[in-house]
T-cell receptor, first 114, second 115 residues
Framework: AQTVTQSQPEMSVQEAETVTLSCTYD???????LFWYKQPPSRQMILVIR??????QNATENRFSVNFQKAAKSFSLKISDSQLGDTAMYFC???????????FGPGTRLSVLP | DTAVSQTPKYLVTQMGNDKSIKCEQN?????MYWYKQDSKKFLKIMFS???????INETVPNRFSPKSPDKAHLNLHINSLELGDSAVYFC??????????????FGPGTRLTVL
C-alpha cells in the first residue's frame, strides 16, 4: 500500500517570500501521478499542481513549482512571492497509474504573514 | 456552472437519526468519490463509483450506504448517526479514462454535526 508523508504540520512565511513544503511517498509502482491540493479556510479543495512520474521535467503553475525527485520519492512544492491568499492547508496526494483513488498526506498548514 | 455540487453544506442532527447527502457533477466524469475529513483535517477515501459501479469500499461502518443513480450523481446515506460521524464529507469526481488527467475535482464539502 502507498503512503504519503508530509513532515511539516505547520509552516509560516512572510508575504512576498518563498516557502517550500515537503512531501515524500512510499510506493513500488513506477508509473503514477502526484498532486498538490490547497484547502483555504473556505474548505474548498483546489488543485494547485500535478506531476506525472514519467516526466522528468518539474511542473510549474505561475508562482507554484515542484521539485520532483523520483529516486528519492520526494515531491516538494515551492511557492514564490507568497501572498496572503496562499494561507491554507496544503495536501500532497498520490495515485498510481491504473489506480482508482488518491492517497493523501496529512497536510501542512501554511500561514502567510503580512 | 458549479462543477461538483453537494447539498446540504451544513447538517446538524441528533444521534440516531438517518440523513442523506447528495452530490452531482456536470463535468462528464466517469468516477465519483466520497471522502471523510476528520477534525485533524485528515482525508480518507470511503467509497468510489466508476460508471455507476462500486469500485472502492473502504472499511466503513455499514450504516453508510452510497447510491449512484447515474454517472453524474453519487449520494451518501447514513443510518443511526453517531457522535463519531461528525466530520466534513467531500464528494469528488474524476475521469479515469486513458485520456484523463486523473485529477479530482471536489465539491464544497458538507459539515455534519451530530449532537
Amino acid at each position: 500500500a502507498q503512503t504519503v508523508t508530509q513532515s511539516q504540520p505547520e509552516m509560516s512565511v512572510q508575504e512576498a517570500e518563498t516557502v517550500t513544503l515537503s512531501c515524500t511517498y512510499d510506493t513500488s509502482e513506477s508509473n503514477y501521478y502526484l498532486f498538490w491540493y490547497k484547502q483555504p479556510p473556505s474548505r474548498q479543495m483546489i488543485l494547485v499542481i500535478r506531476q506525472e512520474a514519467y516526466k522528468q521535467q518539474n511542473a510549474t503553475e505561475n508562482r507554484f513549482s515542484v521539485n520532483f525527485q523520483k529516486a528519492a520519492k520526494s515531491f516538494s512544492l515551492k511557492i514564490s512571492d507568497s501572498q496572503l491568499g496562499d494561507t491554507a492547508m496544503y495536501f500532497c496526494a498520490f495515485m498510481k497509474q491504473g489506480g482508482q483513488n488518491f492517497v493523501f498526506g496529512p497536510g501542512t498548514r501554511l500561514s502567510v504573514l503580512p | 456552472d458549479t462543477a461538483v455540487s453537494q447539498t446540504p453544506k451544513y447538517l446538524v442532527t441528533q444521534m440516531g437519526n438517518d440523513k442523506s447527502i447528495k452530490c452531482e457533477q456536470n463535468l462528464g466524469h466517469d468516477t465519483m468519490y466520497w471522502y471523510k475529513q476528520d477534525s485533524k483535517k485528515f482525508l480518507k477515501i470511503m467509497f468510489s463509483y466508476n460508471n455507476k459501479e462500486l469500485i472502492i469500499n473502504e472499511t466503513v461502518p455499514n450504516r453508510f450506504s452510497p447510491k449512484s443513480p447515474d454517472k453524474a450523481h453519487l449520494n451518501l446515506h447514513i443510518n443511526s448517526l453517531e457522535l463519531g460521524d461528525s466530520a466534513v464529507y467531500f464528494c469528488a469526481s474524476s475521469y479515469l479514462g486513458l485520456a484523463g488527467r486523473h485529477e479530482q475535482f471536489f465539491g464544497p464539502g458538507t459539515r455534519l454535526t451530530v449532537l
